[in-house]
């Protein structure tokens, strides 16, 4: 018999708290289990079952035998409150979206060429291909508007400084950083050294006739030249001196002017001097500002340059200018562009395209680099009459460094400032009929 006293001896104190410890730690594992191990209830599937190669039969209001897909184009999205339907939301993808391949005013498609640094462009005597220097590589070659490389010699002529190309493409004079001058001929694969004083070779018309800059270490020996193409027959025009940067070497297509000569005469302009082969007297001409960079026309009757001032808040503005006989100095007008000569190329004696940037700072005349990674639009812009069009904007943001245009006007080749790759634009259809270009302006 259980002994009253004993009981009473026992402690109740320590069985309460092991009795509450037992079932607090069966209240954890409870809560425990239904957090981790409970089962998911998977309602019963009312798949219907289909015999195989049987398709399945329609629901209601479906015509049988037919399966919905999705519309190419369509993007296909899952409702987050049934995980069994499908919303169709309408592709936004146009193709008026797409860059024009035909230059008509809007973006337009660029073909890359070659990715290879690519020098001193030019349009080779088919009138179709362009001619590029790889300085990489010292190798010469055309390009053709497909991107296939023609090489154009098997000499090797590496770290060429500058190069003046004749007017046919049969010869090219390289200049190198130590002085050496090589005239090559690419027609008979012959080359010859001119003297290493001589330096801003041009070419005329014709192939056969350079003129130069002979920068003598001594000033008092310092002219301006002309000589045949391999070195002979040299003579002195003008004496420069010091002032050899104020000498522009540059052949017109009439052969009437071989150099210009440009000097200060206020704050705003500059005085244009012509030179010629035997002491002619031409009329001079004003130019608006200073940075003067010029181009003649393919007629050589105008010129067409551009310089800056404060009234152009110093960015660069196009000009022409009639340039020939009796009329030099005559139709003097801004073509109100915002670029640099060395943009531009003719296509025509009246047409030229010319590479426009986007936007200039104040003052980037005066230091042109600062628009090296502005992108440009293309323009086309009739010289005779003033009128802008608006061709094209590139659909990657070039900023243009050489332009050359074939002489059917339908490629516009280009290098950029960036990778010095050479690119193609179609500035007209196959048929050669030109597209309609954006909104235009004239003087």
Not at 89 to 116: K, R
Not at 230 to 237: A, E, N, P, T, V
Not at 285 to 312: C, M, Q, R
């Amino acid at each position: 018999m259980l002994n009253i006293q004993n009981l009473q001896n026992l402690n109740w104190r320590k069985i309460a708290m092991i009795a509450g410890f037992i079932i607090v730690c069966l209240i954890i594992a409870f809560g425990i289990y239904l957090m981790f191990f409970k089962p998911v209830i998977v309602p019963e599937d009312t798949t219907k079952e289909v015999d195989i190669g049987q398709l399945p039969s329609a629901d209601e209001g479906d015509q049988p035998g037919v399966i919905e897909e999705p519309v190419p184009g369509e993007a296909v999205l899952v409702d987050p409150v049934e995980d069994d339907a499908v919303i169709k939301i309408p592709a936004e993808v146009s193709f008026e979206d797409l860059p024009d391949q035909y230059a008509q005013g809007d973006i337009t498609a660029v073909t890359n060429l070659t990715y290879e640094p690519s020098y001193a462009l030019t349009i080779d005597s088919t009138g179709n291909n362009a001619v590029v220097y790889h300085p990489e590589s010292g190798k010469f070659y055309k390009i053709t508007p497909s991107g296939n490389q023609i090489l154009m010699t098997n000499k090797i002529y590496k770290n060429v400084e500058n190069i003046a190309w004749s007017p046919k493409t049969e010869k090219a004079i390289m200049e190198f950083p130590d002085g050496t001058n090589i005239l090559y001929n690419f027609d008979t694969d012959k080359q010859v050294t001119l003297p290493k004083n001589w330096t801003g070779f041009d070419f005329d018309s014709s192939g056969n006739q350079i003129v130069y800059k002979d920068v003598n270490p001594n000033e008092d020996y310092r002219f301006m030249g002309i000589a045949n193409a391999d070195g002979s027959g040299q003579k002195y025009l003008e004496y420069m001196g010091d002032e050899q940067n104020n000498f522009i070497t540059d052949w017109s297509p009439n052969n009437k002017m071989v150099a210009q000569y440009k000097s200060g005469k206020s704050g705003t302009s500059a005085e244009l001097f012509f030179l010629g082969q035997y002491d002619e007297k031409f009329k001079s001409i004003t130019v608006n500002g200073y940075g003067l960079e010029t181009a003649w026309t393919p007629d050589g009757s105008k010129l067409v340059y551009s310089a800056h001032n404060a009234f152009s808040d110093h960015k660069p503005l196009l000009h022409v200018v009639d340039a020939a006989g009796e009329k030099v100095g005559y139709n003097h007008h801004s073509l109100k562009l915002n670029t640099w000569a060395s943009k531009c190329t003719f296509a025509s004696k009246d047409i030229m395209y010319c590479a426009v940037p986007k936007e200039l700072p104040y003052g980037a005349g005066l230091v042109p680099r600062i628009a090296d990674e502005t992108a440009d639009y293309i323009y086309k812009v009739d010289i005779k009459n003033g009128v802008k069009s608006f061709v094209a904007e590139p659909e990657i943001g070039y900023s243009f460094d050489q332009l050359q245009v074939s002489d059917d006007g339908s490629k516009l080749y280009f290098t950029d400032k960036t990778t010095k790759g050479l690119h193609v634009i179609n500035l007209k259809k196959p048929s050669g009929i030109e597209i309609p270009e954006g909104e235009s302006s004239s003087f």
